[in-house]
């Protein structure tokens, strides 16, 4: 029989590939979203429009809101996150209108 220290051990291992596992996930999964957006800024630029549309944005919050409450994240966290990636995604969408 495997002692309950040995076993927590093994326990602690498998939950930290998976929360590698899944940090790779969101990374490749941000890399891939942000090359959507860059395609959009450079789209924005040539066309002259704005780069940001805040009402856009407001519905993408209330979406991923739901979307967090849903899933049991925490939905002010999922805000803050999301506003982090607007504002990021606005950034590099100004740099295209200069």
Known sequence: MT????????????HRESIDR???V???????RFSHTQAVG???????????DPAREARQIARLERMAEESG???????KFLNFVISEVI????????
């Open 91 to 98: 950034r590099h969408h100004e740099q295209f209108q200069n």
């Open 26 to 32: 969101l990374i490749y999964t941000l890399a891939e």
């Open 42 to 52: 450079r789209l924005k630029a040539e066309h002259m429009l704005p780069p940001s």
């Open 73 to 79: 994240l925490d939905p002010a966290f999922a805000r």
């Open 22 to 24: 899944l940090d790779a």
């Open 3 to 14: 002692d309950p220290v040995t076993r927590a051990a093994e326990v602690l291992k498998e």
